[in-house]
């Protein structure tokens, strides 16, 4: 059985950077599409952006070049920085795994609730 | 992007009844590879969302076959035949043909 767990500050100061770590129990990184989504609270669900195996990914245009997802296949981690967060950042962060391009997550994590505020 | 309408977005439902939640999307989700790209998710309150059914109508492991999806193209319709108890949360529809792959604004059914 496949297990995501978000890791990282839950609180920001505004203009830094979040930083966020979703560690892969259960199974290879190897093979699969991997991504974050958050959530701010009450609303609904955005994608920041996703890769594939090691390779190459996308990102959410609307986040304006401050996201960049990174992998260490040797820890079976991978890793989310955002830079110049302000309070629209706040929300509950997940990373998750999508089996097959275009259908979303079979996997989510638990989720992991960052507050950006000073 | 692409944006996913949901209705209702609020569905009080009785217990043993049926329901049906809306998805439109405001372009085609059929892809050049002939899939169309809509998944249904549920959130249950404080967990995170559990997809439901992908590819329009393809239920994912361990879902009951009292869930069911449709549609083509823009209109797409998530069904529970019977409702119970633990189906009480908010649906999504989200498509995955176009870059970002974006999501409805929800459905919360309660009971």
């Known amino acids: 059985q496949v297990q995501l767990q978000e890791s990282g500050p839950g609180l920001v100061k505004p203009s830094e950077t979040l930083s966020l770590t979703c560690t892969v129990s259960?199974?290879?990184?190897?093979?699969?599409?991997w991504s974050w989504i958050r959530q701010p609270p009450g609303e609904g669900l955005e994608w920041i952006g996703y890769?594939?195996?090691?390779?190459?990914?996308n990102y959410n245009p609307s986040l304006k070049s401050r996201a960049t997802i990174s992998v260490d296949m040797s820890k079976n981690q991978f890793s989310l920085t955002l830079t110049s967060v302000t309070a629209v950042d706040t929300a509950v962060y997940y990373c998750t795994r999508i089996p097959m391009a275009g259908t979303g997550p079979d996997y989510w994590g638990q989720g992991t609730l960052v507050t950006v505020s000073s | 992007d692409v944006v996913m309408t949901q209705s209702p977005l609020s569905l009080p439902v009785t217990l043993g009844q049926p329901a049906s939640i809306s998805c439109r999307s405001s372009q085609s989700l059929l892809y050049s590879d002939g899939n169309t790209y809509l998944s249904w998710f549920h959130q249950r309150p404080g967990q995170s969302p559990r997809r439901l059914i992908y590819?329009?109508?393809k239920r994912d492991s361990g879902v009951p076959d009292r869930f069911s999806g449709s549609g083509s193209g823009t209109d797409f319709t998530l069904k529970i035949s019977r409702v119970e108890a633990e189906d009480v949360g908010v649906y999504y529809c989200?498509?995955?043909?176009?870059?970002?792959?974006?999501f409805g604004q929800g459905t919360k059914l309660e009971i």
């Open positions: 259960g199974g290879s990184i190897s093979g699969y599409f």
């Open positions: 989200m498509q995955g043909a176009h870059w970002p792959n974006t």
């Open positions: 590819k329009v109508s």
């Open positions: 890769f594939y195996d090691s390779g190459g990914g």
